[in-house]
């Protein structure tokens, strides 16, 4: 059964910082690793998907990457700002399953301070 | 564009009265999703419908049922709720006419039951 970890639980930068959050997952064999956005009392919005073939994806200030030998993805943020505090969430889906069954780590929530 | 839109937004219940939450999407997609969260349990999945007309349970799916009125509309159903069972419960839905399309998440309904 696949497991996803996030670490740290929480974390407080200042405005400008690079930043560099972390998901570790316990069976190399997924379909793809999804990275989300969730804002208080909102639900998740989509920020990176990275298919299992692939080793990282960018989109504006934000790079996912994908190590599945290691089983680990790291979502790199550049420049932080206040806006980007939120929880992140990364979530991975198994071979086989076409990427329904996701299992989501607990979280890092982030708050960027100005 | 709407997206997903879940009702009601917030709902509180006594032990054992029966509810059905809603969830629409206007996107077109194929496969529709429900999860719940959970402090310190992350997200996890209850049903999900991999296309109209089809069902299939997820991680925690003992307690609830499902139905996909049609392309559009996928329920859920607590026919005695529970304690156990306050959380707050997202629907998701996904294009799956491409390979690795991301989900697309509601903004959940708040349930407690006392």
């Known amino acids: 059964k696949q497991e996803v970890t996030q670490i740290p639980a929480a974390l407080s930068v200042p405005e400008g910082e690079n930043l560099v959050l972390n998901c570790s997952f316990t069976d190399s064999a997924i379909y793809n690793l999804q990275w989300f956005r969730q804002d208080p009392g909102k639900g998740l919005t989509s920020l990176l998907l990275?298919?299992?073939?692939?080793r990282e994806q960018t989109s504006g200030r934000l790079n996912a990457s994908l190590d599945k030998s290691s089983g680990r993805s790291t979502l790199y943020i550049a420049a932080s700002q206040p806006g980007d505090s939120a929880t992140y969430l990364c979530?991975?889906?198994?071979?086989?399953?076409?990427?329904?069954?996701?299992?989501f780590g607990g979280g890092t929530r982030l708050m960027v301070k100005p | 564009n709407a997206g997903v839109t879940q009702t009601p937004k917030f709902q509180v219940l006594k032990t054992g009265q029966s509810m059905t939450l809603q969830c629409a999407q206007d996107?077109?997609?194929?496969?529709m999703y429900w999860y719940r969260q959970d402090p310190g349990m992350g997200l996890r999945l209850i049903y999900y419908?991999?296309?109209?007309?089809?069902?299939d349970k997820g991680e925690v799916p003992n307690g609830y049922n499902v139905s996909r009125l049609n392309k559009r509309e996928f329920s859920l159903r607590l026919e005695s709720a529970a304690p156990s069972q306050t959380s707050v419960y997202f629907c998701?839905?996904?294009?799956?006419?491409?390979?690795?399309?991301?989900?697309?998440f509601g903004d959940g309904t708040r349930l407690s039951i006392l």
């Open positions: 990275i298919q299992s073939s692939q």
């Open positions: 998701a839905s996904r294009d799956t006419g491409a390979p690795n399309q991301p989900q697309h």
């Open positions: 996107m077109n997609h194929n496969s």
């Open positions: 419908s991999a296309s109209e007309g089809t069902t």
């Open positions: 979530a991975g889906g198994p071979v086989g399953d076409a990427g329904n069954m996701l299992t």
